[in-house]
């Protein structure tokens, strides 16, 4: 299992990222952006589907919670008109989790990808040799630089910096499909959830290689350009629940811009 | 670690006789931890060992020499009239030392991951000096011949250093840029060093076009070995490769069926050699045939039940090799069999 990993997935993005680094100018950094930025245009297909998904069940929002105030004593009976409301409208709850699944192995291979990439000591190097193809602009990247602007790649970035971008990136990115609930709970729920990821992946770019938080921050910004074109600002820039409820009902969607 | 063959042969407790232990640590902590402590420290050269004295370059950047005689003894570190030391002198570090130090003389030259090669005073550790930044990091043990220090880098270039003052002398740089991956070796005038891109090459010193350049099935990671005329190379596709010194030539080749991270050692009239998998063969340097030496315990079971990623070494017929078990084996390779082993652990 281990070996069709690594011949499938693991090794062609390990060479195309060292082959990309040689191609701009040795630079690791440079190379992990482009991949990431090559990644998600791959994905981008899977990712329009995903934000669509999610953007129609959230213009389903007025209509699901007028169904559990309706009938949120009887769960059953909840299930089946909420099954029936999906049905309606066209839209499958699980459309939106399971592109996002798909995307696991891209991002581990990826993380896997800049951590072997970068050897930075002599068994990882020795590892790395079991991965590489013999391709001359391989050759030429070996052993890659990991210093790029003020970051070593391949250590945690101590200047809060990078944790900072990419929390900050993380919680527009966020913000920008959180809708407003009327529903205390949900509410209280939406802002932890909010805060929880960007600090938690804020706490990451402090421990895990600064080689791995760039490619966080460069994905979160892409994503935050997908989304926008999508849906422009979305909830970043929308008013209270109520407005957003009232904006969202009958058309079932978010418009474009502010 | 020193052990002391004749008492692990007889199974003693350790330490026995001129056997000791010395635990090299660095402050550690940083990042979200608030203390600082120290913690052991990681040596990937193989020391170099002048009569009582032991040359060690550690992971953390340090230089020491250490006496067996103090180090049996326990005493605190360093007992400066035994000529121990430790470079830097201050907390300060050099870049992460990867090769061997290298005796020469009065001096020990070491190479660090900052790019520069050190020579330091064998007695005192004061250095003698450091040469320019040749390359972004130097993990290739030096080669000492004549007034000459031999450098290989990862970017590609070749240089012999002045081992008066640390002045470059003569470079050489491949075409392509392409890095070399392993250590050099110097024969007759001659530099053998492995590539990145799977080559072996053969460069005259003094001059700007390679000799000839050997391609093997993937790199050829350790330094080779040099011996009449001939060049002996493990590669990491699992081939000892003989090849004529002089013109290229392939002589012969022997698969040990693993990759080939450590260079061969000539002992005697045989070339021993470990593959990364834990089998030892012994190979006649002439012909190529070899056998490999039997487990302790189980014949079908590899040499060592570790991986080999250390260079063994050899004194009166005995070779010894260090497995990533954390293990020294002993190898009589007369008898074609591993004699004994021992825990290297550490208090």
């Not at chain 1, 090559?38 to 007028?66: C, D, F, H, N, Y």
């Not at chain 1, 169904?67 to 066209?90: H, I, S």
């Not at chain 1, 997908?226 to 970043?236: A, H, N, S």
């Not at chain 2, 007369?334 to 290297?344: A, H, M, S």
Request: glycine share 10%; net charge negative; aromatic share 10%.
């Amino acid at each position: 299992m281990a070996e069709l990993w690594n011949l499938i997935i693991l090794n062609p993005m390990l060479n195309g990222l060292i082959a990309l680094s040689s191609v701009l100018g040795g630079s690791f950094g440079l190379a992990i952006i482009a991949l990431t930025v090559i990644v998600r245009l791959i994905l981008l297909p899977l990712t329009l589907k995903q934000l669509k998904s999610t953007k129609a069940l959230q213009g389903m929002q007025p209509k699901i919670q007028e169904l559990q105030k309706k009938y949120g004593k009887n769960q059953q009976k909840l299930q089946q008109e909420m099954m029936k409301l999906y049905k309606e409208v066209g839209v499958n709850p699980l459309g939106c989790i399971w592109p996002m699944l798909v995307q696991f192995p891209v991002w581990i291979a990826l993380y896997q990808s800049i951590m072997r990439a970068l050897a930075t000591t002599p068994e990882s190097l020795l590892n790395l040799f079991q991965h590489l193809y013999s391709w001359e602009v391989v050759a030429q990247a070996i052993p890659l630089d990991s210093h790029f602007l003020w970051l070593n790649l391949g250590s945690p970035d101590s200047t809060l910096i990078l944790a900072i971008i990419v929390g900050g990136s993380m919680w527009v990115q966020q913000k920008m499909v959180t809708a407003p609930s009327a529903d205390p709970r949900q509410k209280s729920m939406n802002s932890m959830m909010l805060l929880m990821m960007p600090f938690m992946f804020g706490l990451f770019t402090l421990i895990f290689p600064s080689g791995l938080s760039l490619f966080w921050a460069v994905s979160n910004v892409i994503g935050i350009g997908i989304q926008y074109w999508i849906t422009g600002w979305g909830y970043l820039r929308r008013g209270t629940s109520a407005q957003v409820v009232t904006k969202l009902g009958g058309k079932g969607g978010i418009t474009k811009g502010p | 670690m020193a052990v002391n063959p004749s008492a692990r042969s007889q199974n003693l407790s350790f330490p026995a006789d001129g056997e000791w232990e010395y635990l090299i640590t660095a402050p550690s902590g940083g990042g979200l931890s608030c203390s600082q402590t120290s913690a052991s420290v990681a040596i990937y050269g193989t020391p170099a060992v002048d009569e009582a004295l032991v040359f060690i370059g550690d992971y953390n950047g340090k230089v020491y020499a250490l006496n067996a005689s103090a180090r049996s003894q326990n005493l605190d570190f360093p007992q400066m009239r035994d000529n121990e030391w430790f470079y830097p002198k201050t907390s300060e570090v050099i870049g992460a030392i990867v090769g061997s130090p290298v005796i020469s003389e009065d001096a020990i030259y070491v190479t660090s991951s900052n790019g520069k090669v050190y020579c330091l005073d064998k007695h005192f550790g004061d250095k003698k000096w450091e040469s320019d930044v040749l390359a972004k990091k130097l993990w290739s043990t030096p080669y000492i011949e004549g007034d000459k220090v031999y450098i290989s880098t990862f970017d590609g270039h070749l240089y012999a250093l002045s081992a008066e003052d640390g002045s470059i002398t003569w470079s050489f740089a491949t075409e392509s840029k392409i890095g070399f991956v392993s250590s050099p070796a110097v024969y007759e005038g001659t530099i053998f060093a492995g590539s990145f891109d799977g080559n072996l090459y053969a460069v005259e010193i003094g001059e700007s076009e390679p000799l000839w350049n050997f391609t093997g099935g993937n790199c050829f990671w350790a330094a080779p070995v040099v011996s009449n005329s001939t060049v002996y190379a493990g590669c990491l596709n699992g081939n000892i490769y003989a090849i004529d010194a002089t013109n290229g030539t392939e002589l012969w080749s022997f698969d040990v069926g693993s990759p080939i991270v450590v260079s061969p050692l000539l002992v005697d009239d045989s070339l021993v050699v470990a593959a990364e998998s834990g089998n030892v063969y012994v190979i006649n340097p002439k012909t190529g045939i070899g056998e490999r030496i039997r487990n302790l315990g189980n014949d079908n079971k590899p040499t060592i039940n570790a991986l080999v990623q250390a260079s063994p070494c050899a004194q009166e017929g005995i070779v010894y090799i260090r497995g990533q078990d954390n293990c020294l084996y002993a190898l009589d390779i007369e008898q074609g069999r591993v004699i004994w082993k021992f825990p290297l652990t550490t208090q």
